[in-house]
């Protein structure tokens, strides 16, 4: 069936299997904002929107007077850009999907947008198609490709004059932001688009039904391609393809709609700043913790790194990557193509969360227990019942918990000055 540019028709279409299956992605947010590399990559906006005095102040200390945000471009050089390193990192993190800034808010594009004259990464900057270059590395890793770009241009005079008329004028969407949607999707055929900066207006004004129309009718990626729902200003959670809802939403019980949590291993940024410090980073346990509720409870897990103007990826986040790639080596069978189960988490703890595929359930705890013995009160056991644990060879004893469910005697951990990593699978087979 033909897909009708408005919502009924629309948020009929089913999802693409390949996203749901997939569970683990990258987020990259890199932009002139990388330039500054300083607070957020909200930069511009706080320096010049919201003119901050600690804003102004950084600027009138580190760059020539009367510098303007147009000054950094040329120093984003992307000068140790390797996209086929940046793919194996993503590999090794267990990334089935990346996501690429491919324009912010601030509008600068990371390809050569026929739109976006003077202020993309091939006329000054880098010289370079950011966008393809990562693309075509990627697709040589198999991952799938997802391009994240912002409906709005903060100050953009086109979009600018639109907002002024209250939104009954679409030159800014007519000019801009919809050629540049077409031409993402006709040069790159992504897997996956990351729509964004959809918050001051509503659809009548972007004209998102038609383009979502023609991207389900028409377009090269029309029985693959992935969207979010963050498409008109009042879409999130209820428009659209998977739902985001809001930056690192976590819904606390199981959603009835496919769903993504998009988390930053900065905290306080998405784009790379030079004054992070250790503490305000995420680690590792904290990293696997969110991955393992958010898959519980049915959603995919989108990690975020900001590499630098350069193009270098820190090697603290490359270190937070691939320990999480490790763990995944690991405990990916309870994570990649798995479903909810009909208990997400054990209701006495916050530390044991299921997954399950078919018959088999996972339980994944994040705390050791003290005495070596996991108890389990939601899974039913039965005499066909086998318990094994992932990354460990041969099956785990195990006997009827007095109340209910299972008591299982965990191999023995020899004692360790460090802490152990965070997160281990019993699998149970034969359980109701």
Same mark, same amino acid.
């Given at each position: @069936?033909?897909?009708?540019?408005?919502?009924?028709?629309?948020?009929?279409?089913?999802?693409?299997?390949?996203?749901?299956?997939?569970?683990?992605?990258?987020?990259?947010?890199?932009?002139?904002?990388?330039?500054?590399?300083?607070?957020?990559?909200?930069?511009?906006?706080?320096?010049?929107?919201?003119?901050?005095?600690?804003?102004?102040?950084?600027?009138?200390?580190?760059?020539?007077?009367?510098?303007?945000?147009?000054?950094?471009?040329?120093?984003?050089?992307?000068?140790?850009?390797?996209?086929?390193?940046?793919?194996?990192?993503?590999?090794?993190?267990?990334?089935?999907?990346?996501?690429?800034?491919?324009?912010?808010?601030?509008?600068?594009?990371?390809?050569?947008?026929?739109?976006?004259?003077?202020?993309?990464?091939? #006329?000054?900057?880098?010289?370079?198609?950011?966008?393809?270059?990562?693309?075509?590395?990627?697709?040589?890793?198999?991952?799938?490709?997802?391009?994240?770009?912002?409906?709005? &241009?903060?100050?953009?005079?086109?979009?600018?004059?639109?907002?002024?008329?209250?939104?009954?004028?679409?030159?800014?969407?007519?000019?801009?932001?919809? @050629?540049?949607?077409?031409?993402?999707?006709?040069?790159?055929?992504?897997?996956?688009?990351?729509? #964004?900066?959809?918050? &001051?207006?509503?659809?009548?004004?972007?004209?998102?039904?038609?383009?979502?129309?023609?991207?389900?009718? #028409?377009?090269?990626?029309?029985?693959?391609?992935?969207?979010?729902?963050?498409?008109?200003?009042?879409?999130?959670?209820?428009?659209?393809?998977?739902?985001?809802?809001?930056?690192?939403?976590? *819904?606390?019980?199981?959603?009835?709609?496919?769903?993504?949590?998009?988390?930053?291993? #900065?905290?306080?940024?998405?784009?790379?700043?030079?004054?992070?410090?250790?503490?305000?980073?995420?680690?590792?346990?904290?990293?696997?913790?969110?991955? /393992?509720?958010?898959?519980?409870?049915?959603?995919?897990?989108?990690?975020? /790194?900001?590499?630098?103007?350069?193009?270098?990826?820190?090697?603290?986040?490359?270190?937070?990557?691939?320990?999480?790639?490790?763990?995944?080596?690991?405990?990916?069978?309870?994570?990649?193509?798995?479903? *909810?189960?009909?208990?997400?988490?054990?209701?006495?703890?916050?530390?044991?969360?299921?997954?399950?595929?078919?018959?088999?359930?996972?339980?994944?705890?994040?705390?050791?227990?003290?005495?070596?013995?996991? &108890?389990?009160?939601?899974?039913? *056991?039965?005499?066909?019942?086998?318990?094994?644990?992932?990354?460990?060879?041969?099956?785990?004893?195990?006997? &009827?918990?007095?109340?209910?469910?299972?008591?299982?005697?965990? @191999?023995?951990?020899?004692?360790?000055?460090?802490?152990?990593?965070?997160?281990?699978?019993?699998?149970?087979?034969?359980?109701?």
């Amino acid at each position: @069936p033909r897909y009708r540019p408005d919502w009924d028709s629309l948020d009929g279409r089913p999802l693409p299997a390949w996203f749901d299956q997939a569970k683990v992605g990258v987020f990259v947010h890199w932009g002139v904002f990388s330039v500054p590399a300083w607070g957020s990559e909200w930069f511009w906006w706080h320096w010049q929107g919201e003119h901050r005095p600690d804003y102004q102040h950084f600027v009138q200390r580190r760059y020539p007077p009367h510098t303007t945000y147009a000054d950094f471009a040329p120093r984003f050089t992307a000068h140790d850009f390797q996209p086929r390193e940046w793919a194996q990192l993503f590999q090794r993190a267990g990334a089935r999907y990346v996501v690429l800034t491919t324009k912010h808010h601030e509008g600068f594009t990371n390809w050569g947008s026929p739109v976006s004259w003077n202020w993309n990464s091939l #006329d000054t900057g880098p010289h370079r198609d950011l966008v393809g270059e990562l693309g075509q590395a990627l697709r040589e890793s198999n991952i799938h490709y997802g391009l994240y770009h912002s409906l709005l &241009e903060w100050f953009n005079p086109l979009y600018l004059a639109d907002k002024e008329s209250g939104f009954k004028t679409q030159n800014f969407v007519l000019k801009k932001t919809m @050629p540049e949607l077409y031409d993402l999707v006709l040069k790159y055929k992504p897997d996956l688009i990351w729509s #964004d900066g959809d918050w &001051e207006a509503p659809e009548s004004y972007w004209n998102s039904t038609s383009f979502l129309a023609w991207l389900y009718n #028409d377009s090269p990626v029309k029985d693959t391609v992935v969207v979010n729902d963050r498409w008109c200003n009042n879409c999130s959670c209820h428009h659209g393809g998977y739902y985001n809802c809001a930056d690192k939403y976590k *819904p606390g019980t199981l959603p009835t709609h496919k769903w993504e949590m998009c988390s930053s291993i #900065d905290k306080l940024s998405w784009g790379y700043r030079s004054d992070m410090n250790i503490s305000e980073l995420m680690d590792e346990a904290s990293i696997i913790e969110e991955l /393992v509720q958010t898959v519980s409870f049915g959603g995919n897990y989108l990690l975020n /790194v900001g590499p630098t103007k350069e193009g270098v990826i820190a090697p603290i986040f490359q270190e937070r990557l691939l320990a999480l790639g490790r763990w995944l080596d690991t405990n990916g069978e309870a994570i990649y193509e798995s479903k *909810p189960w009909r208990i997400q988490m054990e209701n006495s703890t916050d530390t044991v969360w299921y997954t399950s595929k078919g018959p088999v359930v996972y339980a994944i705890f994040l705390i050791w227990p003290q005495d070596n013995v996991l &108890e389990l009160s939601s899974p039913t *056991p039965s005499p066909a019942t086998k318990v094994m644990m992932l990354g460990f060879a041969g099956t785990l004893k195990w006997q &009827e918990s007095p109340g209910k469910g299972l008591l299982i005697t965990l @191999p023995y951990m020899l004692p360790s000055p460090l802490p152990p990593q965070s997160g281990w699978t019993v699998k149970l087979e034969g359980v109701k």
